[in-house]
T-cell receptor, first 115, second 114 residues
Framework: DTGVSQNPRHKITKRGQNVTFRCDPI?????LYWYRQTLGQGPEFLTY????????KSRLLSDRFSAERPKGSFSTLEIQRTEQGDSAMYLC?????????????FGQGTRLTVV | AQSVTQPDIHITVSEGASLELRCNYS??????LFWYVQSPGQGLQLLLK??????LVQGIKGFEAEFKRSQSSFNLRKPSVHWSDAAEYFC????????????FGTGTRLKVLA
């Protein structure tokens, strides 16, 4: 296994268009996270899944954002009607539940530019 | 409020000099603590973690961190910095119950002078 994989690595889109990103976690990991990172900031939590269940969503996640993890494996993050403020790096991470001893492994991210 | 503070936005050190990056957290109990490193345009790589036990933890690339409960701190150190250590460093904590998310500081950008 080569770690968390995110596609595409870069996406340029026009304002108002919809975009979808994909994340493939480490295969045995049951938790999957989405974070957003803007320039000069730390990653901000968006949402997380345990298996296929979306257990928490941030207030940052407006109704234009939707995430799925249909079979508890890969996940998609869709942004509808993109705005320039959506330009950011979108990071996916996964972890495995082993009691409370856990660490998150991050993908390389998808950089979104809305023009 | 639960938060992580990294007071130094930028730090510049000479190659071979020692390094300490500061991290303070605000949380009602002992959290699980992490340091991650991020090179430009890349994802985050875990340097080290603290869950319990020995308060001095060793990580990869010669880094170590010390957990001090009395100061709510988890500072990252390296005795001799290499030019390849130039990157952005993030401190994070993870709540072990109730909500299972990682909360990050704003990061410290390290510049290394040759």
């Amino acid at each position: 296994d080569t770690g968390v994989s995110q596609n595409p690595r870069h996406k340029i889109t026009k304002r108002g268009q919809n975009v979808t990103f994909r994340c493939d976690p480490i295969s045995e990991h049951n938790r999957l996270y989405w974070y957003r990172q803007t320039l000069g900031q730390g990653p901000e939590f968006l949402t997380y899944f345990q298996n296929e269940a979306q257990l928490e969503k941030s207030r940052l996640l407006s109704d234009r954002f939707s995430a799925e993890r249909p079979k508890g494996s890969f996940s998609t993050l869709e942004i509808q009607r993109t705005e320039q403020g959506d330009s950011a790096m979108y990071l996916c991470a996964s972890s495995i539940t082993q009691g409370e001893n856990t660490e998150a492994f991050f993908g390389q991210g998808t950089r979104l530019t809305v023009v | 409020a639960q938060s992580v503070t990294q007071p130094d936005i930028h730090i510049t050190v000479s190659e071979g000099a020692s390094l300490e990056l500061r991290c303070n957290y605000s949380y009602g109990a002992t959290p699980y603590l992490f340091w991650y490193v991020q090179s430009p345009g890349q994802g985050l790589q875990l340097l080290l973690k603290y869950f319990s036990g020995d308060t001095l933890v060793q990580g990869i690339k010669g880094f170590e961190a010390e957990f001090k409960r009395s100061q709510s701190s988890f500072n990252l150190r390296k005795p001799s910095v290499h030019w390849s250590d130039a990157a952005e460093y993030f401190c994070a904590f993870y709540r072990g119950s109730g909500t299972y998310k990682y909360i990050f500081g704003t990061g410290t950008r390290l510049k290394v002078l040759a």
